[in-house]
């Protein structure tokens, strides 16, 4: 927190590992606009272009997921923060709780990122999770997720962990993706249908990390992150349609069916736009359990206020 009797930053240069992506961008620029000196890794310097206008940011090429990449980059800092989370993997063999692509991310980082940590004796962690996280929830995504979080809550670290539903705001992957759907396909056959989400902006779950860094009264706490609204992702589709201006009727698919589709749109090329495994996690509704932590210092944003904006540019 900002010390009341110093008014000094404990807590002023900030190592973001996943700093490049659509939430890493937004936190990156709030922690700069604060005075911090922030270090973002990459393994492509040309991903990380959009810094290049903000001072206080530096933009260092490595493989976070190489230890001895992660002890350099840890040195000298004073706080971690870990962004990293990937959407989609392969199953994984016979007997494991889910695939390798989510046991590289979403375990076996945390667990090399919290041992630099501890090496370098830098105390102050967090960590970015998922709302429904759970060592016996229905997908490998979920399950993963909650086996990274214990590797960040059991490291003995000054860890904060947030779960949010699912995010939106500009170059989102979510509302984004069903708009340029609704543009090619005459209807859209929807999985998972009646399943419900609580939305949240990107730059509020940005300013929840900004203000839970420097307060103690955050350290080993898990925050959930979400919207004002809760809606079923049928209503989601459609008013990504309708922003876009590619309104579509919208067919709810039975659970076989559904099925069926997203084994086919895991072969897509450039990557699945659905798979089994997030129907998985459809199966169990996506929403706050009570209202955000007042010490998180947010008014969330209501979907209406913000998705028009840029989701009218694809009309």
Same mark, same amino acid.
């Given at each position: ?12 240069? !900030?190592? !973001? ?14 922690? &700069? ?39 350099? /980059?840890?040195?000298?800092?004073? &706080? ?61 995504? /979920? ?7 214990? &590797? ?34 005459? !209807? ?58 590619? &309104? ?57 206020? !913000? ?9």
């Amino acid at each position: 927190m900002i010390d009341l009797h110093t008014n000094m930053m404990r807590y002023a240069s !900030v190592l !973001v590992i996943g700093g490049t992506g659509f939430i890493g961008g937004h936190l990156v620029a709030q922690l &700069a606009a604060t005075g911090r000196r922030v270090m973002v890794p990459t393994r492509h310097a040309s991903r990380a272009r959009k810094f290049s206008v903000l001072p206080t940011v530096e933009v260092v090429e490595g493989d976070v997921h190489d230890g001895a990449v992660l002890a350099r /980059l840890v040195k000298g800092v004073d &706080a971690v923060i870990n962004l990293v989370g990937v959407l989609h993997s392969s199953r994984g063999a016979a007997g494991t709780r889910y695939g390798p692509a989510f046991a590289a991310a979403h375990v076996a980082l945390p667990k090399k990122i919290v041992a630099a940590c501890r090496d370098a004796n830098v105390q102050r962690y967090l960590h970015m999770s998922a709302l429904g996280a759970s060592a016996n929830a229905p997908s490998m995504y /979920l399950r993963s997720k909650a086996d990274g979080e214990a &590797a960040a809550l059991g490291a003995g670290l000054h860890t904060t962990v947030f779960r949010p539903s699912v995010v939106f705001g500009p170059d989102d992957q979510f509302l984004n993706m069903f708009a340029s759907l609704q543009k090619f396909f005459p !209807v859209m056959p929807l999985g998972g249908a009646d399943a419900r989400f609580q939305p949240v902006y990107v730059g509020d779950v940005a300013q929840a990390f900004v203000h839970a860094l420097e307060d103690p009264a955050t350290f080993g706490k898990v925050y959930e992150l979400g919207g004002p609204t809760v809606y079923t992702l049928r209503e989601l589709v459609a008013l990504a349609g309708a922003l876009s201006g590619h &309104a579509r009727p919208i067919i709810g698919l039975p659970a076989p069916l559904a099925r069926l589709q997203a084994l086919a749109l895991e072969w897509m090329p450039g990557g699945p736009l659905m798979s089994r495994d997030n129907l998985d996690s459809m199966k169990q509704d996506n929403v706050l359990s009570g209202p955000i932590a007042p010490e998180l210092g947010i008014t969330p944003t209501a979907l209406e206020s !913000v998705a028009p904006q840029y989701l009218a540019k694809r009309r």
